[in-house]
């Protein structure tokens, strides 16, 4: 062990070398202050380890080393296949070393290990294959305008971008950023959430291994308070990629004007999934589940408001709850059989818990859950919560109304289309939606009515790479993966040229 890190044994038994630096031109540095945060398993809450807390000084060090490498020749002039190729060699790496991240994320954030390996890691590797296809496909445009004027656009990067990901998908929201942000030729500081401080630090490794030249990537931990304040404020960042709640996207954009500068913000949601009386009711029941309930509700775009038209509204609920005693099994996350791990943290596994005691106090009905899971392991340790399912639910209670983030869902019933949209749309929120019909016409209406970023038909959640994926209201500015994500990261230059004209 050095100073700059430690051999761990997952619980799985992996093996593997635990970077606890912060990353600064392909170099794993300790912080200026020697502050550390210690990273606790959620499952037993043991101590994992310590690794190093980034401030405003270490911000400002990788921000300098990011402009360099911005204006370096081996990073601005790269050919853009070449850049790609870069990517494509990360991708693979991330591929290769999979199953080590898998455990980290699983150790450190408590989602079911089956989770993390099939679909947050491969999730990381295929967002950066596909956005290494892009780095050689941005195209300008030329523009007719008479013939005495040539006039075209050049796709530019921004330059130095500081990148604020979450803890609920770690690696994957680490992904969704740097994939286009470095396809288009931008450098990046990048922070990861305090909570989930392990895994981007071994993926750091894979970067240097794959050939990025120092400083285009740098990655820091450290808390919002301190080192995300400084990403966010610093005037040498030319844009700003946030995801988490909203009430922190309100301050980064606040912070963000200092300099103007270019943001995109994912923040925070209360999905409405709406079920119709023709609807094909088991699938709508499995897609509703999978919906609030995996990755223990810890997902902005859960639909956690749950409208079913009062005809099948009774079935509804009566087929939901069978369906949590089937499908949600809550145990150790690195057991094969294990639906649902432990909340992230004793923060959010309380904050849940407030929740339950909300809706009781105003009246609504607990159908199922609403209790700390205390057998998951042997000592009662862990934060583990009973999936929750509140019923009899009206639209001005605080359950209906705010970001629970926890396997925790409103069911309530609506007799008319138009009533159903009327309350979906009834929200501060507009980030995604669903909507259960065998009625296409009828499908196609309501998802243009939904004041959402995403509306999905007859399934719920189910997001991919090469879809836009953003929000509106308040949750959030922009859009991220697809090709509009690449929007986000570069700007359009027009050049005018003057073949004639004379003064």
């Known amino acids: ?64 080393a990011a402009r360099k490498a911005f204006k370096n020749s081996s990073w601005r002039d790269m050919a853009t296949s070449d850049r790609g190729d870069l990517m494509f060699r990360l991708s693979k790496l991330v591929e290769e070393h999979a199953e080590t991240l898998a455990t980290i994320e699983t150790w450190d954030n408590g989602k079911p290990y089956s989770v993390a390996l099939n679909e947050d890691v491969a999730e990381v590797a295929g967002t950066l294959k596909y956005y290494a296809g892009y780095a050689d496909k941005l195209h300008g445009q030329v523009i007719d305008t008479n013939p005495a004027k040539f006039a075209y656009t050049i796709r530019e990067p921004l330059g130095v971008c500081g990148q604020i990901i979450p803890w609920n998908y770690p690696l994957a929201m680490a992904a969704w950023k740097l994939g286009p942000a470095i396809a288009c030729g931008n450098t990046v500081v990048l922070k990861a959430a305090e909570q989930t401080p392990l895994s981007i630090l071994y993926f750091a490794n894979l970067i240097k291994g794959a050939g990025f030249p120092p400083g285009v990537i740098n990655i820091l931990n450290g808390y919002g308070k301190d080192c995300g304040a400084a990403i966010a404020s610093h005037l040498d960042i030319d844009k700003i990629a946030f995801t988490g709640s909203t009430a922190t996207g309100r301050q980064i954009m606040k912070s963000a004007s200092a300099n103007l500068k270019n943001i995109t913000l994912e923040t925070g949601g209360k999905s409405p999934l709406l079920v119709f009386a023709d609807a094909e009711l088991e699938q709508a029941v499995k897609w509703a589940h999978g919906g609030i309930m995996s990755n223990m509700g810890q997902i902005c775009t859960a639909t ?172 959030g500015v922009g859009r991220e993966l697809g090709e509009e994500g690449l929007r986000a990261y570069t700007n359009a230059k027009a050049v005018h040229v003057n073949l004639g004209s004379r003064l």
Not at 46 to 60: K, L, Q, W
């Open 1 to 64: 062990m050095s100073d700059l890190s430690i051999e761990l044994t997952a619980p799985n038994g992996r093996k593997y070398t635990q970077p606890t630096g912060l990353f600064i031109n392909n170099e794993f540095v300790k912080s200026k202050s020697g502050n550390k945060i210690t990273s606790i398993n959620p499952t037993d809450e043991t101590e994992i380890t310590s690794v190093y807390a980034g401030g405003a000084e270490d911000v400002d060090v990788a921000v300098s």
């Open 304 to 475: 956690s408001r749950i409208l079913v038209q009062e005809d099948i509204y009774d079935k509804f609920v009566s087929m939901f709850k069978d369906t949590i005693k089937e499908v949600s099994k809550i145990g150790d996350p690195f057991k094969e059989d294990t639906f649902q791990g432990p909340q992230v943290t004793k923060a959010q596994y309380e904050r849940v818990l407030r929740y339950v005691d909300s809706g009781k106090s105003e009246g609504a009905t607990l159908a199922v859950g609403g209790e700390p899971f205390n057998s998951a392991t042997s000592d009662g340790k862990g934060f583990f919560i009973a999936p929750t399912v509140f019923t009899n639910v009206t639209d001005t209670m605080a359950i209906y109304r705010e970001e629970v983030f926890g396997p925790f869902v409103v069911i309530s019933s609506f007799k008319t289309e138009d009533e159903a949209v009327n309350r979906a749309n009834d929200t501060t929120y507009g980030l995604g939606s669903a909507v259960f019909t065998a009625d296409l016409t009828r499908a196609h209406r309501v998802a243009r009515r939904i004041e959402a970023g995403m509306v999905w038909v007859n399934s719920s959640n189910d997001s991919d790479f090469r879809i836009p994926f953003g929000g509106v209201k308040q949750s």
